[in-house]
């Protein structure tokens, strides 16, 4: 089946920034990612429809339990990485000298869009391949949305007319994922970042509640654990403190932009990195100083990333990338061929 079309923002599918600390009661607060898309705020009752009716939820989930077994390999505080997510690499031939840019620790890439042959040859020039894949919505173009129902579906996720939210509890569902998970393992990923399993803060359609995302995240865990996969966390910071036990990195967007970067320290406190993505207008060019500054945590507005992986990248999430320290890189991208 054809491969989806390229994704647009990625950094828009937190459609709702709805700040609940584990066992605090906070309001949440309707925040604009300043792209002129209309946000709803939670009203407490998991459906996401702002109603005015009730408070937002408080979040009382009890952590999960460590799974049991020592994983091949764990990402560390600090690691280097980069994220294209928007088509496959283009590798180095076979018959150049093997150097891949940037030069960094990680790749997180498509799982569908990236052959097995491509983290093969990642692996062989000495990185570790993330696979991404949304774990919470549905996408019409990807070789398995027809294995889904339509008692599946919820709303359709603003901003994305093509997508509708999943319910997470749901048999099915949860075989789709199992199917992408065992394929992130057959292609020879190091681990998943699952993207979109946030509902509850979204109008969602389907009564989804944090307690929802912290099952399904203790779900993803006994899969992929098995396979010997590592398991991230996607945005979500107000169930950090649920799933720590379960998960290994987190990949966060824009924490700077949404002054939320603390919630997503208690990572970096557990030793486990957090791999950040910000934004900023511009980039796609060499940003200003000043710019660079306020996202890579040298300003009060960026307080509690120390530590943080930080990525400044364009919204399609393409092969540029500038880094704190001001290098830009650009990884080549093969926008013709498709992953098997």
């Known amino acids: 089946m054809e491969e989806k079309s390229t994704k647009g923002v990625w950094s828009l599918r937190r459609k709702l920034v709805v700040f609940i600390p584990v066992v605090l009661i906070v309001v949440g607060l309707a925040l604009g990612l300043g792209l002129g898309l209309t946000i709803g705020r939670n009203d407490g009752d998991g459906d996401g429809d702002d109603d005015g009716n009730n408070p937002s939820p408080t979040i009382t989930a009890s952590p999960l339990p460590t799974p049991t077994g020592t994983l091949p390999w ?150 992929t654990q098995p396979l010997n996969l590592t398991l991230g966390l996607k945005n979500a910071g107000d169930i950090i403190t649920a799933v720590l036990p379960v998960v290994h990195f987190s990949v966060n967007e824009q924490c700077v932009e949404e002054n939320e970067c603390t919630t997503f320290h208690q990572f970096i406190d557990a030793g486990k990195p957090v791999f950040h993505i910000e934004y900023p207008d511009g980039a796609g060019k060499k940003l200003k100083s000043d710019v660079v500054t306020k996202f890579c945590g040298r300003t009060e507005d960026a307080q509690g990333i120390d530590s943080f992986s930080t990525v400044l990248k364009k919204m399609d999430l393409d092969g540029w990338i500038e880094y704190c320290d001001g290098t830009i890189e650009v990884t080549s991208m093969n926008q013709t061929e498709r992953g098997n």
Not at 133 to 153: H, M, N, T, V
Not at 169 to 180: A, H, Q, T
């Open 74 to 223: 764990t990402p560390r505080v600090n690691d280097t990485w980069q994220i294209v997510l928007q088509s496959n690499i283009l590798l180095p031939s076979e018959s150049s000298t093997p150097t891949l840019t940037p030069n960094v620790s990680i790749y997180d890439i498509d799982l569908f869009e990236n052959s097995k042959e491509t983290i093969d040859t990642l692996h062989r020039l000495g990185k570790k391949v993330i696979c991404y894949f949304s774990a919470g919505s549905y996408e019409p173009g990807r070789p398995d949305s027809a294995e889904f129902k339509e008692g599946d579906l919820g709303k359709v996720m603003d901003g994305w007319p093509d997508e509708k939210w999943l319910r997470l509890d749901n048999d099915n569902v949860r075989r789709i994922m199992r199917d992408r998970v065992e394929l992130a393992g057959n292609k020879g990923c190091d681990g998943v970042d699952p993207d979109n399993i946030d509902g509850y803060q979204n109008d969602n359609g389907l009564s989804l509640t944090a307690q929802s995302s912290i099952d399904f995240v203790a779900y993803l865990s006994s899969i």
